[in-house]
């Protein structure tokens, strides 16, 4: 079978090449479309603005979006690369980053990025770094995610409490947890669900530890673990519901029914909460309240090209385009997403005048960008199946993050071996 | 009521039909069997010989393997998560074998003489089997949702706490349980059906002469005569929740903190293959989960000598 | 058998009183309430989907929904490509189906009535794909399909799905039950091997035939694993896989999985109301030990 791949796509690319006038440098011709992966349909209408704006500068060039639902994005990509149909550019996330270009199947960007003066410096520095394997670059980050505290002003103005801000402290957070928790109206004061982006990670980092630094897991440190029995003490507490009522019903669906008072939650989600009236006019953000110190999660998606694209020039010039500002302003207007190119924010944050998104901008100062290996969904699919009994008021906390370190450590070594 | 003829007639009916034209029929016979054979060597045979040597191998994530000898073998042997998956596997055949009981006795009320309605009985209670799983497990994580489900409703009644089911790790593998009982009673049933259909009347009717009671007949003549049928269908459920994953799949969401005590060799033999990106540890996996399937088939019938009664 | 039964219910009538009449209507109950056990999940599903989101969180849960409504069904076909999820299981269904009776039926004829080199072996060597569990087999059939080119296709659902060791083995049975004079007769005539098995054999097989039709459809209609690796694709998946990202989808939006639900196992339902009898027979032969 392996074979007759093989053949197949030897005896396929010279022909498709030659079809499409030549190598690389196919956009030279009667016009080139370029194809364009991503996975969220909210963000299409934003897009598609972007493309038409590309073509009018470059009119032999037209980019069609390949539109795959989450659900399946990745494993269609893999086996597309394998078959050699992948879209010529596409959206690439942290988790997934490392795995394709050690996987040779990432384009190397840092020579047209030197070349073509992109201004990659304009974005936050954590989110670039990021998308380097190896000291090359191969994407350019087209917007970011941080984690904030998204609150109910009607149920503080309730029991009475004032609304968190810049100043708050885990401390804090906990006495109005317990304030607003109310068991006859089942209300909870937080929303200490089992997430590794909002919840995890963020309070892990909080409390000085650490997932993963210098290919070691952070899962057995005391901060670390400090950091994850801030959340599962809220839980034995009954300030939170436990994650076997969050598996039914989520976090942030249980925010949106204001059966929860806070909740840490990804900017991104801004566009949802503001359809939900009630949250539009009484749902509050502020900064995550600092445990030993200040932190939050970033997490941008990056622009990356197919190395088995036979467009890679007309590709770049996309990508380059996209890395702009004039892109990262249109991408603002459509307001699906924070555009990760400096000072185009403006835009994004008008879109919705009754949230504070400012302070979202804010936390990029000391965001920790989202941990990731490469293979990092080995190390993250231990996480939920080791961790779960604990964040459901079984306790064992410690015990379970050791386990999950060792586990953890295990993965990183396999994968350093192969 | 057997269905099979006797292998003594099948051989006498393949002698004489051999016994004409043998080189022409010999051809045609192969051309018959040519498409059959085909498809078997190429989906079947060709794929199991890989398989095992994709055991030995380790996959790159975009094409191309490398031998590596016996360590995916190692690696799902010093896997925590695979002796879970194994020991939640193992339970799910023992919750599942409890269908056989409660089909049983389904199977010999309907077997009363004179009772009307079998048919309407016997539809009713194969709705289940015949419903699509994925289907299955949505209705009932409904039945089971902690918040709003019917079933905490009905139990509240009685004084029983509200409780998250499917999601609390001490109760999810029973819940799923539960379910697979409740969709494969109706399978069981009809096999059972049939196998009291086999056991004459004459022999209860003598039994009631000699004043047996029911419970009495049940234990002396249904059951004994009904063991062979019984061994078979303990077979066959072992092999199915053996192989079980639809289910768990359906019903269990990622976050599920009661995912690692109910995942099954299946379920974990996807993630693997599919999300993880380990195909080679998963093809071993999955030839474990092979010898384990012969290995307790095989013990199954050293055990049937103790209790199969073949009349 | 037939005679044993006739006689029974002559012999034992005078017999039966006041206990047999007792027992007759315990029997009912329990009965019926183990029906009602195996078919009210259903009736829950079908009132569920009738309501309103907002009706299925209300605490405690209303019976009856308060507004009988019918959005949920449609809402279902506008999330989800639904309609060519249900093309896409039908297309999986008939075409296994069709391979399964087509190459079933042609090497369990020729296993039951023709003489051959190696039929034992050959005849072992199918059998034993009954032994394999099909999580062993998966990975290199993706790469066929895969090599073909077929994933997201109609027929990477159904390609490996038609060659069975089980139909093979129920069909062999009921051809070596069938009487070998019609054969000879025909043959007497001049028919040749494929005349006589088409035109003679298979009619007589017609009930064994639907037996494995059913059955197989049913696998076929329910099958998950599978689909959910080949086609990835909502538009090309089968409707076994697509209920699973709906899912995803509506994590708490009950009213719209249950109308999906109820919708993706109609059909099957459906061919089980019609072809019970055949459903039935195919159980029974599976599990009779031949």
Request: with cysteine; net charge positive.
């Amino acid at each position: 079978m392996r074979r007759r791949t093989l053949l197949g796509g030897a005896l396929a690319a010279p022909l498709l090449a030659a079809c499409s006038g030549g190598g690389g440098g196919a956009d030279g011709g009667g016009g080139t479309t370029l194809s364009y992966g991503m996975w969220d349909p909210a963000q299409a209408p934003g897009m598609e603005k972007i493309i038409a704006a590309f073509e009018e500068r470059h009119p032999r060039i037209s980019v069609r979006i390949e539109l795959t639902p989450w659900a399946s994005y990745w494993t269609t990509l893999k086996t597309s690369m394998r078959g050699g149909t992948a879209p010529d550019v596409f959206w690439m996330n942290a988790v997934n980053f490392q795995l394709y270009a050690a996987g040779g199947v990432l384009e190397p960007l840092s020579g047209h990025i030197e070349a073509d003066a992109t201004p990659v410096d304009h974005h936050p520095d954590s989110l670039v770094r990021l998308y380097a394997y190896r000291g090359t670059q191969y994407g350019i980050p087209k917007d970011f995610d941080t984690v904030g505290l998204w609150y109910n002003k009607a149920l503080f103005d309730k029991a009475g409490i004032k609304y968190p801000d810049a100043s708050w402290t885990w401390d804090d957070l906990r006495d109005a947890a317990a304030e607003l928790t109310d068991p006859r109206r089942r209300v909870h004061g937080f929303a200490a669900e089992m997430d590794r982006q909002m919840k995890i990670y963020p309070a892990v980092c909080g409390a000085g530890g650490f997932i993963l630094e210098d290919g070691r897991s952070g899962f057995g440190d005391e901060r670390s673990i400090e950091g994850l029995r801030f959340l599962t003490d809220m839980i034995d507490r009954g300030w939170s519901p436990p994650q076997s009522a969050m598996v039914e019903s989520v976090g942030r669906v249980r925010y949106w029914s204001e059966k929860v008072a806070m909740n840490y939650d990804l900017s991104a989600m801004a566009g949802q909460m503001y359809a939900v009236p009630a949250l539009k006019d009484h749902g509050g953000i502020a900064v995550l309240p600092k445990g030993r110190r200040r932190a939050t999660i970033i997490h941008g998606l990056a622009n990356v090209i197919s190395a088995k694209s036979r467009k890679k020039a007309a590709a770049w010039k996309f990508v380059h385009f996209m890395a702009g500002r004039e892109a990262a302003e249109i991408q603002a207007k459509a307001g699906a997403t924070i555009s990760s190119y400096a000072g185009t924010q403006d835009a994004w944050l008008k879109s919705m005048p009754e949230f504070d998104l400012k302070h979202f901008i804010e936390m990029q100062k000391y965001a920790v960008p989202y941990p990731s290996s490469e293979n990092t969904a080995v190390w993250e699919n231990l996480q939920y199946p080791l961790l779960g009994a604990a964040f459901s008021g079984k306790g064992g906390i410690e015990s379970a993050a050791r386990t999950l370190g060792e586990q953890m450590d295990r993965a990183l070594e396999e994968e350093r071996a192969s | 009521m057997s269905v099979f003829p006797s292998t003594a007639a099948s051989k006498a009916a393949g002698r004489t039909a051999a016994t004409r034209s043998k080189p022409r029929g010999q051809r045609t016979a192969y051309l018959f069997i040519a498409p059959l054979g085909l498809g078997f060597a190429v989906f079947y045979f060709w794929p199991l010989l890989q398989t095992f040597y994709f055991s030995f191998t380790e996959f790159g994530a975009f094409g191309g393997h490398t031998f590596i000898g016996t360590d995916n073998y190692l690696r799902v042997v010093k896997d925590v998560t695979v002796w879970q998956a194994l020991g939640n596997t193992l339970f799910y055949s023992l919750i599942g074998l409890t269908a056989l009981p409660v089909a049983i006795v389904v199977a010999s009320l309907l077997n009363r003489r004179g009772l009307r309605g079998v048919a309407v009985y016997r539809a009713l209670y194969f709705v289940p089997f015949v419903t699509l799983p994925v289907a299955v497990g949505l209705v009932w994580n409904w039945l089971y949702n902690g918040d709003f489900g019917l079933l905490n409703e009905m139990l509240s009644r009685f004084g029983v706490d509200r409780h998250y089911w499917v999601s609390d790790p001490s109760t999810a593998v029973y819940a799923i349980g539960t379910v697979m009982v409740w969709s494969s009673t109706g399978y069981y049933l009809i096999i059972f059906m049939a196998g009291i259909k086999g056991i004459p009347r004459d022999y209860y009717e003598a039994a009631e002469i000699d004043g047996a009671g029911a419970l009495r007949r049940f234990f002396t003549i249904t059951l004994p005569l009904l063991s062979p049928t019984i061994f078979f269908a303990s077979v066959i459920c072992m092999i199915n929740s053996l192989q079980t994953f639809d289910l768990i799949y359906i019903m269990m969401a990622e976050k599920n903190p009661a995912i690692g005590d109910t995942q099954s060799v299946v379920g974990l033999f996807y993630k693997w293959a599919f999300i993880e990106n380990a195909q080679g540890a998963a093809a071993a996996l999955a030839f474990l989960l092979m010898l384990l399937i012969a290995a307790l088939t095989y013990l199954q019938f050293r055990l049937q000598k103790r209790w199969v009664h073949y009349g | 058998m037939a005679d044993t039964r006739k006689r029974g219910k002559r012999g034992k009538r005078g017999m039966r009183g006041k206990r047999g009449r007792a027992g007759s209507i315990a029997t009912h109950a329990v009965l019926s309430l183990g029906a009602l056990v195996m078919v009210f999940p259903f009736l829950w599903q079908l009132l569920t989907a009738l309501k309103t989101l907002a009706e299925t969180s209300r605490v405690p849960p209303t019976f009856l929904p308060d507004k009988w409504n019918g959005a949920s069904f449609e809402e279902v076909f506008t999330a989800l490509p639904f309609r060519e999820m249900l093309t896409n299981s039908v297309l999986n269904t008939v075409g296994r189906t069709l391979g399964q009776l087509v190459f079933c039926s042609l090497a369990a004829y020729a296993f039951a009535r023709m003489r051959f080199r190696g039929r034992n072996v050959l005849f072992a060597l199918f059998l034993s794909v009954l032994m394999v569990p099909s999580s062993l087999l998966v990975l290199p059939q993706y790469d066929i399909i895969q090599g073909l080119g077929l994933l997201n296709s109609a027929p990477a659902l159904f390609l490996p799905g038609m060659f069975s060791a089980f139909g093979t083995f129920m069909l062999r049975q009921f051809f070596l039950a069938l009487p070998k004079e019609l054969e000879e007769a025909a043959r007497i005539d001049g028919a040749g091997s494929f005349r006589v098995f088409w035109s003679i054999m298979l009619p007589l097989l017609r009930p064994a035939l639907a037996a494995l039709a059913v059955i197989t459809a049913m696998w076929s209609w329910n099958d998950l694993l599978w689909p959910l690796i080949v086609n990835t694709d909502p538009a090309k998946m089968p409707i076994s896989a697509g209920l699973t990202s709906l899912e995803g989808q509506y994590e708490t939006n009950y009213p719209v999985m249950m109308a999906g639900s109820l919708i993706a196992s109609l059909p099957m339902l459906l061919v089980y109301v019609f072809l019970q009898r055949h459903f039935v027979q195919s159980v029974a032969l599976s599990g009779t030990k031949g």
